[in-house]
């Protein structure tokens, strides 16, 4: 089970891949050395909120969005956050829920 120091470093990874930067040149717009981003990436180190903003900032994303990384946790997380949401909604909701839920499972089976 990945902790959340992982979980950030593989979003912080993926965000950084799909804008097309390297280590070294997300490190030069943040002023510090690409270990530092290396580290980050592994979830050996983690960021001030400054510059969390400035990663937000240079990766177009806003800063919630680089906490967006549970489809990067493992089945049994994943399972359970779904089942905590689902919880969450008021009981019309989690109808509506089930039918999208229902037609996903489904087009994925005649693929």
């Known amino acids: 089970m990945k902790n959340a120091t992982e979980l950030f470093g593989a979003r912080l990874r993926e965000l950084r891949k799909r804008s097309g930067l390297t280590q070294e040149q997300l490190a030069d717009v943040l002023g510090i050395e690409q270990k530092h981003v290396s580290l980050m990436e592994h979830g050996k180190s983690y960021p001030s909120l400054d ?39 008021d009981r019309d909701v989690r109808k509506k829920a089930f039918k999208v839920i229902t037609a996903v499972i489904k087009s994925f089976k005649e693929d």
Do not use: C, N, Y
């Open 51 to 89: 510059r969390l903003i400035r990663i937000a900032e240079t990766l177009k994303v806003p800063l919630p969005g680089l906490f967006e990384f549970m489809h990067l946790a493992d089945e049994f997380e994943q399972v359970g956050s779904i089942e905590q949401m689902l919880g969450e909604l």
